[in-house]
T-cell receptor
Framework: AQSVTQLGSHVSVSEGALVLLRCNYS??????LFWYVQYPNQGLQLLLK??????LVKGINGFEAEFKKSETSFHLTKPSAHMSDAAEYFC???????????FGGGTRLMVKP | KAGVTQTPRYLIKTRGQQVTLSCSPI?????VSWYQQTPGQGLQFLFE???????NKGNFPGRFSGRQFSNSRSEMNVSTLELGDSALYLC??????????????FGPGTRLTVL
């Protein structure tokens, strides 16, 4: 069964600093991996997804993630944090049938002025 | 194009009651999935429906059930509510439910509080 681990339930960065949110997966087959963002009192919004086409995936709002099979990782990065990036971020992996997501515990990103 | 809508947005029930939540997917989407979000357990998959058929089910007790109508709208029902059922219930829709090929669009959720 697939699983996802997000290291760090809370991450704090200064505005303009690099954002790095960590995600490691456990999967017996090549996975489909996703990053979602959740703003307060809202649902989830897809940031980006990896479907084996390219190891470096670019998403919305300047975010990107790199799939590293040797490290079983799919970390999310953004070169320069904005105040508007403050939210909770979830890494997820799909099942083999592609109709179910398993989410990590989430990382709350705080951006300091 | 309108997004995924969920009604009601907030709900307060007491233990032992039952509740029905509704989800209207984006027009043209035939797959609807439900997730429960709690501070302790995080986001957990409940079930997925496609063309009125449940295709996948998470590890939840039988008190949790759902259905999908011919217009793709979906409802989930929780019977004999327990305090632990307090959560944000999220619905997501996609064209065919294949998350590897489709994009899942999430609604804003229904916040259920059980007293």
């Amino acid at each position: 069964a697939q699983s996802v681990t997000q290291l760090g339930s809370h991450v704090s960065v200064s505005e303009g600093a690099l954002v790095l949110l960590r995600c490691n997966y456990s999967s017996s087959v090549p996975p489909y991996l996703f990053w979602y963002v959740q703003y307060p009192n809202q649902g989830l919004q897809l940031l980006l997804k990896y479907t084996s086409a390219a190891t470096l995936v670019k998403g919305i709002n300047g975010f990107e993630a790199e799939f590293k099979k040797s490290e079983t990782s799919f970390h999310l990065t953004k070169p320069s944090a904005h105040m508007s990036d403050a939210a909770e971020y979830f890494c997820a992996v799909s099942n083999n049938a592609g109709n179910m997501l398993t989410f990590g515990g989430g990382t709350r990103l705080m951006v300091k002025p | 194009k309108a997004g995924v809508t969920q009604t009601p947005r907030y709900l307060i029930k007491t233990r032992g009651q039952q509740v029905t939540l509704s989800c209207s997917p984006i027009s043209g989407h035939r797959s609807v999935s439900w997730y429960q979000q709690t501070p302790g357990q995080g986001l957990q998959f409940l079930f997925e429906y496609f063309s009125e058929t449940q295709r996948n089910k998470g590890n939840f007790p039988g008190r949790f059930s759902g259905r999908q109508f011919s217009n793709s709208r979906s409802e989930m029902n929780v019977s004999t509510l327990e305090l632990g059922d307090s959560a944000l219930y999220l619905c997501a829709s996609s064209l065919s439910g294949g998350v590897s090929t489709d994009t899942q669009y999430f609604g804003p959720g229904t916040r259920l509080t059980v007293l």
